[in-house]
């Protein structure tokens, strides 16, 4: 685990010159005569598939191997030593490029090797070598995806010996996006996560769960976490009046303008921290693929160099992104052929952003945290969304989506060994934002969508406008594809004109058309969703609309979908008593509790009303909040989206967050709401004096 405090505070014990140290030394011939091993085989095969190369003999394969170990090591010597003029992103370029440099020069230099063809032959062979090497690799390591890792670590190890160590203890904070509390705690007792289990196991480290509240999504829970300003997201996706735009959380300018609304200057990550692949940067003076600052990356993270020339980052993982393509086809087909449900049609983009995610940002993320790592940096937080997208379309508890959590559990003890090779130390908090619903959709279950329903129940003479639709896992490829087009380098203009009539603004757009529509100024109704959260809006009447006064403009709209089958409840405002829930049977009165009948919001748990008030009084939200039914035995929910695994609303599991922190951290009580969690993590960087007192100043300057 990590090492404790003092062991860092003090002097720091002399190491031994690396060729006098056996265990180290031992391990670094290990991982070249596995290395060399590896590329023997790879050569081997490569020459006896490929009719683009030949040798006359078994001695220039050897001596071929020795070649591209040599100009390999030089060539990354050189990326990172140009890192600087060529930014993160022009050495995504450079280490795919270099990988077909490195092949073509050593088949040059070595006279016994020759090409056959034309200019084509050195693409061919080292495309077909990268291939042939992540598929040794993946035998080696028993199909895991711990190869770029197990690289990783021999970087770590070389470096240790040369770093100082911070002074104090840091934080790293691992987001394993989606995960609820009951599926980890069942994946613990079933033993099948070994390293964050054994920590649990071993009493170093406590689990909690902790209520999300609505709406249970990634940028309401981080805009919490990270800036304790969850009031300002009333959904995934919402319709601001004033404006006349839909504003979508993961698209870069709309996280952009929201972070600056609720910025205080001093979020979570703020005294030094670095935000990773997440929603919102948390004051962070660095960020990494941070959807709220999708320009490029503002340091020269030697984790890009790192993971895109390294031959175990980019190039494997682009020929792993085919394989994972490949395993996702064969997976949904089994799901089809056994006839299980709930399931959602499994095609289209998502078979590649799930290869993206899995294969590609996982082990860039890997890099870009290690890199911190070494760094001492204060505080790093990292969300993995592995997981929250493989189970939106196989379900949360499918074979599929716990081997994705089997796969993050090997990251985290990868993690650990890289912290317990520093010399200084770490403490880990792993958390999720939000869990996941399992149930059949609303359009499966009744044959409509919500949108449809709504357009039988008003009086308008337009169709209602719908922004409903699967774009959430497009977030981090668009951010990446963006950070790539802004960039002033050839690489930056190639990337503009590929995705030409795909980009706004400069920010790139991927994904389905229908997830934010435009919106004319005429627009009678908008219905937006997030999961099993629906927010209708009368679009040409401004403010928040009270109960009485949709009822006189649309009379049929409130009964018709509190009534529903597929509806829990509706929340709307009234004049005489503010928010009210309203169900099939009976009312509740969300501000004094007061009941009519039977009360709808008794099925979805204890903290029902107290996150549907806190929901229905954000700024923006809809004139009527709608929350699909649950189902009493199964606590199944109705997406209005198609996604068999849904979050953004409330029942079943969604709002059942988890967090794992250092028990020697006592919790009074378990927290409720992001922005306790955020208040949380700043009491334990206190403790660990990683936050800056900026009142003393401010105090003394009143007194002078």
Known sequence: MAKPPEQVSGTRRRRRPVWLDLRRTGRGLQAMLYGGLASLISLIITFWTLPQISSDGRLPILRLVVLLAVFS??????????????????????????????????????????????????????????????????????GSDDAYVAEVMRVVHRRARKIEAAPKTGMLIIQIDGLSEPLLNWMVLAGNLPNLGGWIRDGKHSMVGWHTGVPATTPASQAGILHGGSKHIPAFRWYEKETGRVMVTNRGRDAAEIEDRMSTGRGLLADGGVSISNNWSGDADRCELVFSRAALPNS?????????????????????????????????????????????????????????????????????????????????????????????????????????????????????????????????????D???????????????????????????????VAAVGRSEG???????????????????????????????????????????????????????????????????????????EIELLHPKLIPG?????????????????????????????????????????????????????????????????????????????????????????????QTEAVLVHPSRWVLDEPPVGSDAVHALLISWLEKLGRRKDLRKPVESSVEA
């Open 73 to 142: 090591m030089l060539m990354r010597w050189v990326l990172a030593g140009v890192a600087i003029l060529i930014g993160s992103i022009g050495v995504l370029v450079g280490g795919l490029l270099s990988q077909f440099g490195v092949v073509y020069i050593g088949i040059t230099v070595d006279p016994g090797v020759t090409l056959h063809g034309g200019v084509e032959a050195p693409v061919v062979v080292a495309v077909w070598m990268a291939a042939v090497s992540a598929f040794v690799g993946w035998v080696a390591y028993a």
């Open 300 to 432: 020269r993270s030697r984790g890009y160099v790192r993971f895109f020339s390294s031959p175990q980052g980019a190039a494997r993982g682009l020929v792993l992104c085919f394989a994972e393509m490949v395993k996702e086809l064969h997976q949904a087909r089994r799901q089809r052929v056994r006839h299980l449900v709930p399931r959602v049609k499994r095609g289209g983009g998502y078979i590649f952003l799930r290869a993206i995610t899995n294969v590609l940002l996982r082990d860039l993320n890997v890099s870009l945290v290690t890199d911190e790592l070494i760094k001492g940096t204060p505080v790093i937080y990292c969300d993995f969304v592995d997981y929250d997208e493989v189970a939106h379309h196989a379900g949360p508890t499918r074979a599929e989506s716990l081997q994705t959590l089997e796969g993050l559990d090997r990251v985290l003890g990868a993690l650990q060994r890289i912290i317990d090779t520093l010399p200084h130390s770490y403490e880990i908090v792993v958390l999720s």
């Open 434 to 464: 939000h869990g996941q619903s399992q149930g059949s959709t609303f359009l499966q279950r009744y044959g409509r969508t919500l949108t449809e329903v709504v357009d039988d129940l008003v009086d308008t003479t337009k169709e209602p």
């Open 474 to 548: 497009w977030g981090p490829v668009n951010t990446f594809l963006t950070e790539l087009s802004l960039r002033r380098s050839v690489t930056g203009t190639v990337t503009r004109k590929a995705l030409h009539g795909k980009a706004k603004s400069g920010e790139v757009e991927l994904g389905p058309k229908e997830c934010e529509p435009p919106i004319a100024a005429d627009e009678q109704m908008v219905v937006t969703a997030s999961g099993n959260l629906a927010l209708l809006y009368l679009a040409t009447t401004p403010g928040r609309v009270p109960l009485e």
């Open 561 to 653: 979908l509190a009534t529903h089958p597929g509806v829990g409840f509706v929340v709307v405002d009234s004049l005489a008593e503010g928010p009210v829930a309203i169900g099939r049977a009976g009312v509740r009165v969300l501000r004094s509790g007061r009941v009519e009948g039977e009360d709808p919001l008794t099925p979805y748990g204890p903290f029902a009303a107290a996150s549907m008030l806190r929901q229905a009084e954000m700024p923006h939200n809809g004139d009527v909040v709608v929350v699909s039914r649950l189902d009493e035995y199964t606590h199944e929910v109705a997406a209005f989206e198609e996604l068999v695994g849904c979050h953004g609303g409330i029942g079943g599991w």
